[in-house]
């Protein structure tokens, strides 16, 4: 079974920065592809970042590139989302995932996912 527990959402102001954080097993740090996705209210869920199990690839929403950077620590099964510049359009619940294959990231699909961080920005 695959857990994934987010932390790090919180309320910010326009132009700060946050980190997400997504704790997992050792297992699944090692093994699978990882990402982030979130879902404003009224809105579908949609992707943001992307990394693959080895860490050498890492795919970006056109809204979030050249702000958010997402990096993994097998050290420590974690994922991380650094977001800066954050704007009120970031507002939403952000999710951890977890893919068998990275290239599901592409389609929008996720084969597990956490409970959410909301993220508050505010104008």
């Known amino acids: 079974q695959v857990q994934l527990v987010e932390s790090g959402g919180g309320l910010v102001q326009a132009g700060g920065s946050l980190k997400l954080s997504c704790t997992t097993s050792?297992?699944?740090?090692?093994?699978?592809?990882m990402g982030w996705s979130r879902q404003a209210p009224g809105k579908n869920r949609e992707f943001v970042a992307a990394?693959?199990?080895?860490?050498?690839?890492?795919d970006y929403a056109d809204a979030v590139k050249d702000r958010f950077t997402i990096s993994r620590d097998k050290n420590t099964n974690r994922v991380h989302l650094r977001m800066n510049g954050l704007k009120p359009e970031d507002t939403a619940v952000y999710y951890c995932?977890?893919?068998?294959?990275?290239?599901?990231?592409?389609?929008?699909?996720?084969?597990?996912w956490g409970q959410g961080t909301q993220v508050t920005v505010s104008s």
């Open positions: 990394i693959s199990w080895s860490g050498s690839s890492t």
């Open positions: 995932s977890a893919n068998n294959y990275y290239s599901n990231y592409q389609k929008s699909l996720y084969d597990y």
């Open positions: 050792r297992r699944t740090s090692h093994t699978y592809a």
